[in-house]
């Protein structure tokens, strides 16, 4: 990318956590890979060739859209993501948190001068609310409590961003929330997600791009599939890879980076295309559910009909750190 390498920040301005997310982002020529030119092609083929069965199933006039939350839900368990399918999308804190605070981080970025959290997230707040995307409504609804809370909540994610990264320049070519979308087997199938943060963009065949996810809370081995996902993504749409992925974890003011290489395409294409085939056939019913349990059965909207979840936390619940065995 072009802002690390060419325009240096004054280190003395720097914390170390912000200091370690400037070398993270910056490298030198020759830590940037180059990849085939016919890398999306050959990714492209793979994936078709991976679909082919579904070809006379699904119509381009009305594809089946693949984003990173179904990939993430049908792989990790396909009852709770029929169960979660099922729920009609309301707006909630939680929810609405996170899209103010991500507004808030983009306000911060092409904020002149040294930005204040809570200004950015009153901004932010005020943008959202004017929005048709029904997070407008449910602002204008919501509780004063609601609202505080989401106020609160979303300016400590931004204070905390702000904390951990350096300031972010313009020549590093900065996208929040940027959409990513892609189309397979003859617009079928659509790959689709949201980057929270990608810095860089590549020059040919050169890849330079860094593509961020901020969490909150600890390392999942789930949020590595995300990333990967959208470096599939952005291969297809671009044919040259980003060059980094990396979780930044705000709470712990650590990341969690991850070179990209022929091979982590490769497994994500792979992924995708069971994921694909999961999804469509739990959508038109030739699939019975597989229940996989695991720590997101505590908050699973299925977990009072299923067995197999409830048996999981009994046994989390029961196991003592003093047993014999
Ligand atoms: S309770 Fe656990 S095993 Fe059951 S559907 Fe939910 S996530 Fe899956």
């Not at 594809?63 to 999308?89: G, N």
Request: glycine share 8%; net charge negative; proline share 7%.
């Amino acid at each position: 990318m072009t802002a690390p390498e060419t325009t240096p920040i004054i280190a003395a301005s720097l914390n170390p956590a912000q200091q370690q997310v400037l070398d993270l982002l910056g490298a030198p020529p020759e830590a940037r890979p180059t990849f085939s030119p016919t890398l999306r092609d050959t990714l492209l083929a793979d994936i078709d060739d991976g679909l082919r069965e579904l070809l006379d199933e699904l119509d381009p006039a009305d594809p089946l859209f693949a984003s990173k939350h179904a990939l993430s839900t049908v792989h990790s368990c396909e009852a709770r993501h029929v169960a979660e399918r099922d729920i009609p999308f309301e707006w909630s804190v939680p929810l609405a948190r996170g899209t103010v605070a991500h507004k808030a981080i983009e306000l911060s970025i092409h904020w002149r001068g040294r930005p204040d959290p809570l200004q950015l997230v009153d901004e932010s707040l005020a943008r959202l609310a004017e929005g048709t995307d029904g997070l407008g409504d449910w602002l204008a609804g919501c509780s004063e409590v609601d609202r505080a809370e989401v106020r609160a909540l979303a300016n400590e994610r931004v204070a905390t961003f702000l904390e951990c990264f350096p300031p972010i320049r313009a020549a590093w070519i900065p996208v929040t929330e940027g959409r990513l979308r892609a189309e397979v087997l003859g617009g079928r199938v659509v790959f689709s997600g949201r980057t929270d943060l990608a810095l860089g963009r590549p020059e040919g065949s050169t890849a330079r791009k860094v593509v961020i996810d901020l969490k909150t809370g600890g390392f999942s081995a789930a949020h590595l599939d995300d990333l990967r996902f959208y470096a599939l993504i952005e291969t297809l749409r671009l044919g040259t890879p980003p060059r980094l992925l990396a979780s930044y974890y705000l709470d712990a003011g650590r990341a969690q980076p991850e070179a990209v290489t022929e091979g982590l395409l490769r497994a994500a294409a792979a992924r995708a295309v069971d994921g694909v085939r999961a999804l469509h056939e739990l959508s038109v019913g030739t699939r019975a559910p597989v229940a996989r349990a695991g720590v997101s059965c505590r908050w699973c909207p299925a977990l009072a009909s299923c067995q197999v979840g409830q048996v999981h936390l009994g046994r989390s619940e029961d196991t003592s750190p003093f047993d014999a065995d």
